[in-house]
């Protein structure tokens, strides 16, 4: 079964500190994977996507990994602000049918406090 | 450039009664998708389209329906609403070709 699993469920660091989510994965065919920002009361924004090949992607202060070996991720959050606080989706995206299905994770609620 | 929008922001709806869930993009993106999104689960896809014309079901398409007469609007009707149906509604749109995903703000539906 596809399958994409966040942890932790939630978190809670204090400004200006480091952070690691995690994402494992059991998604074949396999086409990409990405990790968005939602916002509280907000649609989910993307932050990067990565293909099979690409093992590290950065958006600013967010830097996402990929080992598809493992098939695991990991979103590092580094410098922390307040406005960080938010839900984190890892989805993963199969080939099916010739359109890419997007198999979402349920996310990590991260916390940014002063 | 509004991108995707979203209507109503927020409905209370009685067991039964119908309402359709409005979303317009000015992106002109092809594929147009709804998505439903329930407290410690993933978002999960009811339908998409792929063009004007062609829709398809997802994952949870009971109780709801789609048309796409145009590229820019995407409805989402719900029939008889089910208290199940209580959910963040997401409509959402990306080129065939592209990748990056884009959503609107959501509607919050509540069915008592």
């Known amino acids: 079964k596809n399958q994409v699993e966040q942890s932790p469920q939630s978190l809670i660091i204090l400004e200006g500190k480091n952070c690691t989510l995690q994402?494992?994965?059991?998604?074949?065919?396999?086409?990409?994977l990405r990790w968005y920002k939602q916002d509280t009361g907000r649609g989910p924004v993307s932050l990067t996507i990565?293909?099979?090949?690409?093992n590290t992607k950065s958006n600013g202060r967010y830097t996402a990994t990929l080992d598809a070996d493992t098939k695991q991720s990991s979103l590092h959050i580094t410098a922390s602000q307040l406005s960080d606080s938010a839900s984190y989706i890892c989805v993963v995206s199969l080939v099916s049918g010739g359109y890419n299905k997007l198999i979402f994770g349920a996310g990590t609620r991260l916390a940014v406090h002063p | 450039n509004a991108g995707v929008t979203q209507t109503p922001k927020f409905q209370v709806l009685k067991t039964g009664q119908s309402m359709t869930l409005q979303c317009a993009q000015d992106m002109n993106h092809e594929y147009m998708s709804w998505y439903r999104q329930d407290p410690g689960m993933g978002l999960r896809l009811i339908h998409y389209?792929?063009?004007?014309?062609?829709?398809d079901q997802g994952e949870v398409p009971n109780g709801y329906n789609v048309s796409r007469s145009t590229t820019e609007d995407f409805p989402l009707r719900l029939l008889s609403a089910a208290p199940s149906q209580t959910s963040v509604y997401f409509c959402a749109t990306r080129g065939l070709a592209g990748e990056t995903q884009y959503f609107g703000p959501g509607t919050r539906l509540l069915v008592l």
């Open positions: 994402c494992n994965y059991t998604v074949s065919p396999f086409s990409n």
């Open positions: 389209s792929v063009g004007a014309g062609i829709t």
């Open positions: 990565m293909t099979f090949s690409e």
